[in-house]
C-alpha cells in the first residue's frame, strides 16, 4: 500500500522482491559472520580463562601463612641482626582478633553483598556497566568485590603504563579475568571470614603501616580488637586510597571519607542515627599516632641506606626470582649480610658522641644571644641572608604541623582549581604566583632558568587568569598569619639533647624556635674500611637517627686539604718527585687558559694566612701544614686537571661533575664520605684501590644465596709513590694530640674548607681506613674561627679516640702490630738534609696546627729555582727570593693574629 492507501503497484512489488532475493546472500553471510565472531570471541575467553586457570594462579597458602610475610633483616658480619625492615608492620591478625565494627564497616562500605556471592558480584557488574560505561555516572561505584580486590593484591603488574589502546585493553581484560579466577578460588578454599582478616592483613595504610594491626598500633596505639567504631570507620575509609586519605597528612579528607563510612554502616543498620550525628562531628584523635622507623636499629643511617641498596640489587635481571619478578624487600623475608662489625660500630659511634656533646656545647656558647638565620658578618651579603630564610621557610613547608595547616586552609580551594584544570599548585607555585603579580615576567625568567617546568609555568597562569585566583591568594594570605602566630607559640614538646640521660628531654619550646634548635647541631659522618678487603667495618651516618634521620655518608660535601693528597700522589708519580723535592712558600699565578686548563681569568691562590714565608719548603712540610702556594705549584707543573682526574678515576671517584679548574688543587670539589673513605684504602695498601663493599651476600628465606659481591681492585697508584705518599701522610699527624697515644702506624689528612664549614680527618691504619666529616646540614651553621673550625678540632679527635678504643678493647680483633707495606728496594727511613735557608712554612688552613715532630727523613732534596712573579715556577739554581727581581723582600715568618669572630666570613 501506498501513503495515499492505495494498493502499490505490480511492477514495484516484483522489483523490491527482486532487490530482496539479490541482497539476501549478503544477509545470510553477514548472519554467518555475525555468529562466527561471537563463537570466535566465546571461544577466545573461554580459551583464556583455561589458559589463566593452569598458569597465572599463584599459591593462596601465602596469604594464610604469617611465616610468607617475614620482615627481611640485616645482618652482622657475626651474624648479629643490625636491623630489620618493617619486622613489626605486618604481623597478620586473625578474623578473632578484629574488633567487629572493622568487619560491619568493610562489608556496609566495599561489598554489601559480600556474605551472598561467590567472589564475583553480577549486580555490581551489572550496575558498571549501565551506570558507569553507559551512562558515564562516576559515582556509581565499582563493581569488585573484597574478594576480587583481595586476589587484586597479589599480583604487581597493575600498570598500563605505555601500553597502546589494543594492548592496553587486552591487558585490562586478562587482568580482570584472571581477577575473577583467583577470586573464585578464594571463595572456595577459605571462609568469608578468613578471607576479610587475609584482606585487611594485605592492606597498606601508609606511614609504614602494612596491615590492619600495625595501622591500629600506629594510628591509635591500640591492638585491632579495640578499635572503636569511629577508628575503623577512618581505616577503612583510607582502604580506596590510603595517600589520598593519609589521616595526618591530609586530615579534612579524611574525615569526610570517614563520615561516608559511618554513613554506610548506619545504612546498613550497624549504627543508629543519634550514633551517626555524634560520631560524624568527632574530630580525627591522632594523638597516638606513632610512626616506625630504623631509630631503635643498632646501625639506622646504614639500614635505612640498605634499604635504597637492596631495591636497586632486587631489580638486576639476575637476582629476580624464577617467575621474573623482584623480591620484595619488605615481604620476603630475605637475609642480608653485611661486613658491618658490631663491636667496630660500636665504638664508633661511642666515640663520635663523646666528642660530637663537646663541641656542640662551644658551638652554642660562640652563637650564644645570636641568629645564624638573621646574623650579619663584616662580609656577609643581603643575598647570603636571603638564602637562610628562604631555606628555613623550605623547612617550615615539608613539617607535618605545616602540612596539616596547609591542607585546613586550602584543600577545598585546591580540589576545586584541580578538577578544574588537573593541575595541584604547590607552596612554590603560590609563591611564584604573588611575585608575578608584583612584577611581571618572573614565571618566565624561572621557566629560562629551568627552575620550573612548562605545565607548572602554564597551570599558574591559567590559575591567576582564573576566577580561584582572588580566592586562593585569600587563603593563603590567611595560612601565612596563621603560621606566624602557630609557630611562634610555645607548646610542649621533646627535643633532642646531648646532655639529657637518653638525648632527649621536654621543654617549653615554640615550633620556629625548636626547628632552629634542631637546626644548630653539628652532624657527623663516620665511615670505617678494612683497605685490604674492602670491607666496610662501621657507618655511622649522623648523631641520632631518630631527630636526625638524614645521612651524611653519601652526602657531597667541599673536602677542602684532604684533597691535597691526590694532587701530591699524582705529582710524585708522574714526576718521579719525592717528598723532599724543595718549592718555593711565595705567590703562584696560574694565568687563565695556560696549557690545558680551562678557567676563565688569572689565579693566584693565597695561603690561609694570607701570608708567605718566601722560603723553601719540602712536599712533605707543606702537606703537613697544607700549604696552599705549593699545592698551586706542583697544579701548574702538571698543566692540567687530568693527570689528577685519571688517579682520582682509578681510585673510585668519577670526576665527572668535578670543577675543571686549576682550584680542585685546593678542595675545591664535592665529594662523599663513602668517596674519599674509598679512595683513601689505596694509600693504606700499597696503592691498590679496593672497592669499598657493606652487602657481602642476600639470601632469600629459603637459604638460595641471590646476590653475592664481587671484589674489584686493582693498582691505583705505583707502589713507590705511594710509599712515599703514605710515609708524608704518617708525617703530618706525628706528635698530634690524640694520634700521638695510639699504638698503630697512624697516617692521615685535615681538611677544612671555607667559612670552616666542613672539617674533615681521613686516617688510615694498615687494617682500617676511616673518613671523618663534621659540620652543619647548613653551611652557615660553623664556627666563626680557625682555632674552633678546622678538622682538626672538628673531625680527628673522633679518629683518635675510634682507633684508641679499638686497640683497648681485646674482643675487636683489632691489630696494633700490622705495618703498611714496604715496596721492594725502598728504604723504610730516609733522611731529608737540613734547608739552610728554610723556616718554619706560612701555613696554610692549619690543618695540622703545626703539630710533628723531627723529619723522619728522605735523604738529599731536590731545589729548584724559586718561582718568579712570571711564572710562578720553574727550576734553576737555587737563588734567595730577595734577588729576584719583581720580587717582596724576604718575610720573616710569624704566628699569625688569632682571626677575629667577625661572624660569616
Known amino acids: 500500500m501506498t501513503q495515499s492507501g492505495l494498493p502499490e503497484p505490480r511492477g514495484l512489488i516484483s522489483l523490491k522482491a527482486q532487490l530482496q532475493e539479490q541482497r539476501m546472500p549478503i544477509y545470510k553471510k553477514l548472519v554467518r559472520w555475525t555468529w562466527g565472531l561471537l563463537y570466535a570471541i566465546i571461544f577466545g575467553i573461554a580459551a583464556l580463562f583455561i589458559v589463566i586457570n593452569f598458569t597465572g594462579i599463584p599459591s593462596f597458602r601465602e596469604l594464610e601463612d604469617p611465616k610468607s610475610k617475614l620482615a627481611s633483616e640485616v645482618l652482622a658480619n657475626n651474624n648479629e641482626v643490625l636491623g630489620r625492615f618493617f619486622i613489626q608492620n605486618r604481623v597478620p591478625a586473625t578474623f578473632n582478633e578484629l574488633s567487629p565494627w572493622l568487619e560491619k564497616a568493610l562489608v556496609s562500605t566495599e561489598d554489601e553483598r559480600f556474605y551472598n556471592h561467590c567472589g564475583i558480584d553480577a549486580r555490581a557488574i551489572g550496575r558498571v556497566l549501565v551506570r558507569t560505561v553507559l551512562l558515564q555516572d562516576q559515582s556509581a561505584g565499582g563493581g569488585s568485590t573484597i574478594t576480587q580486590q583481595l586476589a587484586k593484591m597479589l599480583y604487581s603488574d597493575r600498570e598500563f603504563e605505555g601500553m597502546g589502546t589494543f594492548e592496553k585493553a587486552f591487558a585490562l581484560l586478562y587482568r580482570k579475568l584472571r581477577e ?92 543508629s542515627q543519634e550514633e551517626y550525628d555524634k560520631l560524624k562531628l568527632k574530630p580525627l584523635d591522632m594523638s597516638k599516632f606513632k610512626r616506625l622507623s630504623y631509630s631503635e636499629d643498632k646501625a639506622p643511617y646504614l639500614c635505612a641506606e640498605l634499604k635504597k641498596d637492596v631495591k636497586a640489587i632486587l631489580n638486576l635481571p639476575e637476582c629476580l626470582k624464577s617467575d621474573g619478578t623482584s623480591y620484595n624487600i619488605f615481604k620476603d623475608g630475605l637475609k642480608i649480610y653485611t661486613t658491618i662489625d658490631p663491636v667496630y660500630q660500636q665504638h664508633a659511634e661511642a666515640a663520635m658522641q663523646g666528642h660530637m656533646k663537646k663541641i656542640q656545647t662551644r658551638l652554642f656558647s660562640v652563637w650564644k644571644g645570636r641568629d645564624p638565620w638573621t646574623y650579619k658578618g663584616s662580609d656577609t651579603k643581603d643575598d647570603e641572608i636571603k638564602q637562610r630564610q628562604e631555606s628555613l621557610q623550605s623547612l617550615i613547608f615539608t613539617g607535618e604541623r605545616y602540612r596539616g595547616l596547609r591542607n585546613n586552609a586550602l584543600q577545598k580551594i585546591i580540589d576545586d582549581i584541580q578538577t578544574a584544570y588537573n593541575f595541584e599548585p604547590s607552596d612554590d607555585d603560590i609563591v611564584n604566583m604573588l611575585e608575578e603579580e608584583k612584577k611581571s615576567g618572573s614565571i618566565s625568567k624561572k621557566l629560562a632558568k629551568k627552575l620550573v617546568t612548562i605545565d607548572q609555568a602554564t597551570g599558574c597562569r591559567k590559575i591567576m587568569d582564573s576566577k580561584y585566583w582572588p580566592e586562593l591568594k585569600k587563603q593563603w594570605t590567611s595560612l601565612q598569619s596563621t603560621v606566624k602566630k602557630v609557630y611562634a607559640t610555645k607548646v610542649p614538646m621533646r627535643v633532642f639533647s646531648w646532655s639529657a640521660p637518653k638525648l632527649e628531654k621536654d621543654t617549653f619550646m615554640s615550633p620556629m624556635d625548636s626547628l632552629k634548635y634542631h637546626r644548630m647541631f653539628l652532624q657527623s659522618g663516620i665511615l670505617a674500611i678494612d683497605p685490604t678487603t674492602s670491607e666496610v667495618k662501621a657507618w655511622v651516618g649522623g648523631i641520632n637517627f631518630k631527630h636526625f634521620q638524614f645521612d651524611h655518608i653519601r652526602t657531597p660535601r667541599q673536602v677542602g686539604s684532604t ?60 702537606l703537613k701544614n697544607s700549604i696552599n702556594s705549593v699545592s698551586a705549584y706542583l697544579m701548574k707543573q702538571m698543566g692540567s686537571t687530568e693527570p689528577v682526574f685519571d688517579m682520582l678515576n682509578n681510585m673510585g671517584i668519577d670526576p665527572a661533575g668535578l670543577p675543571n679548574s686549576p682550584t680542585i688543587c685546593l678542595g675545591s670539589a664535592d665529594l662523599t664520605v663513602w668517596q674519599m673513605a674509598g679512595a683513601y684504602t689505596a694509600f693504606a695498601n700499597n696503592g691498590v684501590y679496593n672497592r669499598p663493599s657493606v652487602i657481602r651476600e642476600i639470601k632469600d628465606k629459603n637459604g638460595k644465596v641471590i646476590y653475592r659481591s664481587t671484589p674489584e681492585e686493582h693498582q691505583a697508584l705505583p707502589q713507590t709513590a705511594n710509599y712515599m705518599l703514605n710515609q708524608m701522610l704518617q708525617y703530618n699527624v706525628k706528635g698530634a694530640p690524640g694520634i700521638n697515644q695510639l699504638k698503630s702506624q697512624v697516617g692521615g689528612k685535615t681538611g677544612t674548607t671555607n667559612d ?77 738534609n737540613p734547608i739552610q735557608d728554610s723556616a718554619s712554612p706560612s701555613g696554610g688552613t692549619f690543618d695540622e696546627e703545626g703539630l710533628g715532630g723531627a723529619d723522619s727523613g728522605w735523604g738529599d732534596g731536590q731545589t729548584p729555582t724559586p718561582p718568579t712573579p712570571q711564572n710562578g715556577g720553574g727550576t734553576g739554581t737555587k737563588t734567595p727570593p730577595a734577588t729576584v727581581p719583581g720580587t717582596k723582600p724576604p718575610v720573616t715568618p710569624k704566628k699569625p693574629a688569632p682571626k677575629p669572630d667577625s661572624g660569616f666570613n
Not at 215 to 233: H, M, Q, S, T, W
Not at 249 to 263: G, N, W
Not at 567 to 593: E, K, R, S
Request: net charge positive; with cysteine.
Open 756 to 832: 670552616y664549614s666542613d672539617g674533615w680527618f681521613m686516617g688510615i691504619t694498615p687494617r682500617l681506613v676511616v673518613g671523618t666529616w663534621v659540620g652543619g646540614e647548613d653551611r652557615w651553621i660553623r664556627f666563626n674561627s680557625l682555632e674552633d673550625g678546622q678538622g682538626a678540632r672538628m673531625a680527628r679527635p673522633i679518629f683518635a679516640d675510634f682507633v684508641k678504643r679499638l686497640e683497648q678493647d681485646k674482643t675487636s680483633g683489632f691489630d696494633i702490630n700490622a705495618k703498611f707495606k714496604l715496596p721492594a728496594g725502598a728504604l723504610p727511613d730516609m733522611n731529608c
Open 180 to 271: 575473577w579466577i583467583t577470586a573464585v578460588k578464594l571463595e572456595k578454599g577459605y571462609t568469608k571470614q578468613e578471607i576479610i582478616a587475609m584482606y585487611l592483613n594485605q592492606a597498606n595504610f601508609v606511614n609504614n603501616a602494612y596491615g590492619i594491626r600495625a595501622a591500629a598500633e600506629i594510628y591509635f596505639g591500640v591492638a585491632p580488637d579495640k578499635l572503636k567504631k569511629e577508628d575503623a570507620a577512618m581505616l577503612v575509609g583510607m582502604l580506596q586510597n590510603p595517600s589520598r586519605y593519609n589521616p595526618i597528612a591530609r586530615p579534612e579528607r579524611c574525615i569526610k571519607r570517614r563520615m561516608i563510612v559511618l554513613s554506610q554502616m548506619r545504612y546498613a543498620g550497624h549504627i
Open 563 to 622: 684533597f691535597k693528597p691526590f694532587i701530591y700522589g699524582t705529582a710524585i708519580a708522574q714526576q718521579n718527585l719525592t717528598p723532599c723535592f724543595q718549592v718555593y712558600d711565595m705567590p703562584v699565578t696560574i694565568p687563565a687558559y695556560y696549557q690545558n686548563f680551562k678557567h676563565g681569568q688569572d689565579w693566584t691562590p693565597k695561603n690561609s694566612t694570607g701570608t708567605y714565608s718566601y722560603k723553601l719548603v719540602t712536599l712533605k712540610e707543606a
